[in-house]
């Protein structure tokens, strides 16, 4: 079983933390979601379909991954501890990420949170529960294509 430590510190793309780019060319996918199920089901489905995914428990943990390795998407829960995704949206948009997709994850209706979506500029909103295909619809969409499973 994986666990998922907690951030202990933050880093921000203004501290002269030097990004840990990874060398594989597999996509780089942040999923941060605050239930460990939901966590492992998405890291392992990802996984398996090829792409490197980097998981965070909170939104500490997922600003650090977010500075310190570049992901191509965020996979982000809106109800995550400490940050929720849409604070982690945010605070990246106003340090100058705009190329950065970002899907949130969200238990609360899909309506409900368009206005987020346009407001913050997220790329889409994922209703939870979902389907694994609909996941895998959305991070190819946003991810622009199915990686190899090499690495």
């Known amino acids: 079983m994986l666990a998922y430590a907690l951030s202990k510190h933050h880093h921000t793309a203004r501290s002269?933390?030097?990004p840990l780019i990874s060398s594989t060319r597999r996509p780089r996918i942040v999923v941060a979601a605050a239930e460990p199920r939901l966590l492992?089901?998405?890291h392992h489905k990802l996984g398996r379909a090829?792409?490197?995914?980097?998981?965070?428990?909170?939104?500490?943990?997922?600003?650090?991954l977010i500075y310190g390795y570049e992901p191509q998407l965020c996979l982000l829960d809106a109800a995550l501890p400490l940050r929720s995704g849409w604070e982690i949206l945010r605070e990246v948009r106003q340090a100058g990420s705009r190329d950065l997709r970002v899907v949130i994850m969200t238990a609360r209706s899909v309506e409900a949170e368009i206005a987020h979506v346009h407001r913050f500029g997220a790329a889409a909103c994922l209703a939870k529960p979902f389907s694994v295909p609909e996941l895998m619809r959305h991070v190819r969409e946003h991810v622009g294509h199915r990686p190899s499973a090499s690495r």
């Open 40 to 42: 492992r089901l998405v």
């Open 16 to 18: 002269g933390w030097s």
């Open 50 to 64: 090829g792409y490197h995914v980097l998981p965070a428990a909170d939104g500490e943990a997922a600003l650090d």
